[in-house]
């Protein structure tokens, strides 16, 4: 049974740091790209980093780009994202989700099988 588990959410001020991890078990993580998605109430689900398998390859989406890292750790079957910098628009549910196709360049959705709860961010201005 396929287990991902998303942690690390909170309020923050604009401008503060959050560190969100994923631990993910009952499947062969580093055979799996990772992703982290985010959706705001009444707003589509969107991408806003994911990793290949290796770690070798990452996608951010623009409004991310130079605040965000994303990163896995394959031994202890973890992802994380660290969110620097953040910005009241950055507030919404953040999902952790493994996939097992890789698109260079793209985080959508729909290629990602396995998804976590969920955890919430909020970014007070």
């Known amino acids: 049974q396929v287990q991902v588990v998303e942690s690390g959410g909170g309020l923050t001020q604009a401008g503060g740091s959050l560190r969100l991890s994923c631990k993910a078990s009952?499947?062969?993580?580093?055979?799996?790209?990772m992703g982290w998605f985010r959706q705001a109430p009444e707003k589509e689900r969107e991408g806003v980093s994911c990793?290949?398998?290796?770690?070798?390859?990452?996608y951010y989406t623009d409004s991310v780009k130079g605040r965000f890292t994303i990163s896995r750790d394959n031994a202890k079957n973890t992802l994380y994202l660290q969110m620097n910098s953040l910005k009241p628009e950055d507030t919404a549910m953040y999902y952790c989700?493994?996939?097992?196709?890789?698109?260079?360049?793209?985080?959508?959705?729909?290629?990602?099988?396995?998804w976590g709860q969920g955890t919430q961010v909020t970014v007070s201005s």
């Open positions: 990793i290949s398998w290796s770690g070798d390859n990452t």
């Open positions: 009952g499947l062969t993580f580093d055979d799996y790209a």
């Open positions: 989700a493994a996939g097992n196709v890789w698109s260079t360049g793209t985080c959508f959705p729909y290629n990602y099988n396995y």
